[in-house]
């Protein structure tokens, strides 16, 4: 491999392996490398200079990454889902949305952000009146949503009317209230 280990000596370095490269390690690698290299091939998939097509399959590359973390249970869940959603979002905002890939369907994003939601609109409603006094838990657990739903507001210039457009526009104005 093209970049076996990095300068200090301190293990793998897959930011300079190519795509086949950095496929075989994360396929054969589990813990807290996976995120490494979801990292290394999201930095490929933000780079403006490879052609779009290229830069969907880095985007693809971290997804596996990122989603193998979560089957290992290396990282917690909302943070998993978080980077995925987000990362989706960009491609869909940046690169177009592809209606015959879920990933990269605004309507299937939507449906995956709606059903990782833990508390309905009117619970977080509830809730975030008057977060300063719960729990520490309970304002974790708002801050979760809130990190969930970053993407929601974009993500509406890509929906068509209906039902999901709809919860997404409740989700998208309840976030401003969360903590």
Same mark, same amino acid.
């Given at each position: 491999?093209?970049?076996?280990?990095? /300068?200090?000596?301190?293990?793998?370095?897959?930011?300079?392996?190519?795509?086949?490269? !950095?496929?075989?390690?994360?396929?054969?690698?589990?813990?807290?490398?996976?995120?490494?290299?979801?990292?290394?091939?999201?930095?490929?998939?933000?780079?403006?200079?490879?052609?779009?097509?290229?830069?969907?399959?880095?985007?693809?590359?971290? !997804?596996?990454?990122?989603? !193998?973390?979560?089957?290992?249970?290396?990282?917690?869940?909302?943070?998993?889902?978080?980077?995925?959603?987000?990362? /989706?979002?960009?491609?869909?905002?940046?690169?177009?949305?592809?209606?015959?890939?879920?990933?990269?369907?605004?309507?299937?994003?939507?449906?995956?952000?709606?059903?990782?939601?833990?508390?309905?609109?009117?619970?977080?409603?509830?809730?975030?009146?008057?977060? /300063?006094?719960?729990?520490?838990?309970?304002?974790?657990?708002? /801050?979760?949503?809130?990190? *969930?739903? +970053?993407? *929601?507001?974009?993500?509406?210039?890509? *929906?068509?009317?209906?039902?999901?457009?709809?919860?997404?526009?409740?989700? +998208?104005?309840?976030?401003?209230?969360?903590?």
């Amino acid at each position: 491999m093209s970049g076996d280990t990095d /300068r200090e000596g301190l293990g793998p370095d897959p930011g300079g392996w190519d795509m086949d490269e !950095l496929r075989a390690f994360i396929e054969r690698t589990r813990g807290a490398e996976l995120e490494t290299a979801r990292v290394a091939a999201q930095t490929h998939a933000y780079d403006p200079n490879l052609p779009d097509e290229s830069r969907r399959q880095w985007a693809k590359l971290s !997804l596996l990454a990122n989603r !193998l973390v979560d089957a290992e249970g290396e990282g917690p869940l909302t943070r998993v889902n978080q980077q995925e959603f987000m990362l /989706r979002m960009w491609v869909i905002d940046s690169l177009g949305p592809d209606d015959t890939d879920p990933d990269w369907c605004p309507e299937a994003l939507a449906a995956d952000t709606l059903r990782a939601l833990r508390l309905t609109p009117a619970q977080a409603v509830a809730l975030s009146d008057g977060w /300063r006094d719960l729990p520490l838990d309970q304002i974790r657990r708002l /801050r979760w949503h809130k990190n *969930l739903t +970053a993407h *929601l507001k974009c993500l509406l210039d890509h *929906l068509p009317p209906g039902h999901t457009r709809e919860q997404v526009q409740i989700w +998208a104005s309840i976030r401003r209230s969360l903590p």
